[in-house]
């Protein structure tokens, strides 16, 4: 197991060894324990064991959730991987990383190289695997679209592959929208939150709307988490980053880009949410060059994160 941190806080990455370990760790554990409320016990002496999460977790292990980052998180924003681990497992989640994932492939095929796309799903897909996780989340709308939505579609001519993709992507979510139902189900008794007592408007990504339907849940969090969520006008219209878009067409780009800055400044909001790397990429590199100080563009995890 290998530890990185920042700060107080770690994301534990998962080797192919450990996996194995744990699994068979847990299989000698289950025939030891059957299936009573002594197993969680059992369960947690084994390799990859977690803590109790309060009184409503003290007869079952908690749920183990793997994280997949996606490039920007991984390479330009880690401490948006360190803030959902911080609130997760303040929710009663084990948080994993597992090391062979890779990216998501997502800029390949959009740049006419899908059989890119498909090899490193086939990684992707063996990494989350060997993890064991019963849920995989991801701070990218654009890679949660892509582990659950595309992958079963790119894989279609291989039966056994698209079977496993389907697998997979079942347990594939949004932050937001996993974290918001688990509180209204009632499954994070622990999380509590400081109240931010801050205007906060919020922006929508293209692909967390439109491709995976997801808007309330991000807005509920900040109203949760104590925020006075203010809509801007045209939230849902894209801040003009695109990946690939903002470099080729940087003029139409930073046209698009103003107007989510006018919409913004139109709020009177301290700060601004996103819940896409891209967008907080674009959304800074804007109110910098503009010289905005009234606001700040701060990601969703990072927020709630600050509160606990």
């Given at each position: 197991m290998q530890i990185y941190k920042e700060g107080k806080h770690e994301i534990r990455q998962e080797t192919a060894q450990d996996s194995k370990v744990r699994g068979k760790a847990d299989s000698i554990a289950k025939k030891k324990a059957g299936d009573g409320p002594e197993r969680a016990a059992v369960l947690r002496t084994g390799a990859g064991a977690e803590k109790e999460a309060g009184s409503k977790r003290e007869s079952k292990a908690w749920p183990r959730v793997g994280l997949f980052a996606g490039c920007l998180t991984d390479f330009i924003y880690p401490e948006i991987g360190v803030s959902m681990?911080?609130?997760?497992?303040?929710?009663?989640?084990?948080?994993?990383?597992?090391?062979?994932?890779?990216?998501?492939?997502?800029?390949?095929?959009?740049?006419?190289?899908?059989?890119?796309?498909a090899e490193v799903a086939r990684q992707n897909l063996a990494a989350f695997e060997d993890a064991g996780v019963d849920y995989i989340l991801t701070p990218c709308p654009t890679c949660t679209h892509?582990?659950?939505?595309?992958?079963?579609?790119?894989?279609?001519?291989?039966?056994?592959?698209?079977?496993?993709?389907?697998?997979?992507?079942?347990?594939?979510?949004?932050?937001?929208?996993?974290?918001?139902?688990?509180?209204?189900?009632?499954?994070?008794?622990?999380?509590?939150?400081?109240?931010?007592?801050?205007?906060?408007?919020?922006?929508?990504?293209?692909?967390?709307?439109?491709?995976?339907?997801?808007?309330?849940?991000?807005?509920?969090?900040?109203?949760?988490?104590?925020?006075?969520?203010?809509?801007?006008?045209?939230?849902?219209?894209?801040?003009?980053?695109?990946?690939?878009?903002?470099?080729?067409?940087?003029?139409?780009?930073?046209?698009?880009?103003?107007?989510?800055?006018?919409?913004?400044?139109?709020?009177?909001?301290?700060?601004?949410?996103?819940?896409?790397?891209g967008c907080l990429m674009q959304l800074r590199k804007g109110l910098a060059e503009r010289g905005e100080k009234a606001a700040e563009a701060r990601f969703l995890a990072e927020i709630l994160a600050d509160q606990l």
């Open positions: 681990v911080k609130v997760l497992e303040s929710a009663g989640f084990s948080v994993v990383f597992p090391q062979g994932q890779t990216c998501c492939g997502y800029p390949a095929r959009q740049l006419g190289a899908p059989e890119v796309m892509a582990l659950k939505n595309i992958y079963p579609e790119l894989l279609a001519g291989d039966p056994v592959l698209q079977a496993r993709a389907a697998a997979m992507a079942a347990r594939v979510h949004d932050f937001a929208e996993f974290l918001y139902r688990q509180i209204k189900d009632g499954n994070a008794p622990g999380l509590r939150f400081k109240a931010l007592n801050k205007r906060v408007t919020y922006h929508d990504s293209c692909h967390l709307k439109r491709s995976l339907g997801v808007t309330q849940e991000p807005r509920e969090l900040l109203k949760i988490a104590g925020a006075d969520l203010v809509e801007m006008p045209y939230a849902d219209r894209c801040c003009g980053f695109g990946g690939a878009y903002s470099l080729k067409y940087p003029e139409l780009s930073t046209q698009i880009l103003d107007q989510k800055l006018d919409c913004i400044r139109e709020t009177g909001a301290e700060i601004v949410a996103v819940e896409c790397p």
